[in-house]
């Protein structure tokens, strides 16, 4: 489940770089797409903010992931000591 995170990240901050590699180009190469640079640098801004968040996510549930996994684990080890004490 984190992998999948960690793509989605991947992919809004190179959209991000695009976009602000867009604010940088003048209006003459871009016919038809908005010249205006503020709104490619806020486009860049949210892109990254929300690739961020998503690679943030994809840490913490890769963590969970990783709690829950070693504590079956040790519930597991502990059931098997009983049963051998018994």
Same mark, same amino acid.
């Given at each position: ?11 809004? %901050? ?12 003048? @209006? ?9 640079? @503020? ?27 990783? %709690? &829950? ?15 051998? &004490?018994?």
């Amino acid at each position: 489940m984190s992998r999948n995170f960690y793509i989605l990240a991947a992919t809004l %901050v190179l959209f991000a770089l695009i976009s602000a590699g867009m604010a940088l180009i003048p @209006s003459s190469f871009q016919p038809g797409l908005p010249a205006n640079g @503020s709104l490619w640098r806020t486009v860049a801004l949210i892109l990254l903010l929300l690739g961020l968040v998503s690679g943030l996510t994809g840490v913490m549930s890769h963590l969970f992931e990783q %709690v &829950d996994r070693r504590n079956e684990q040790a519930r597991r080890l502990a059931r098997r000591k009983r049963r051998e &004490d018994s």
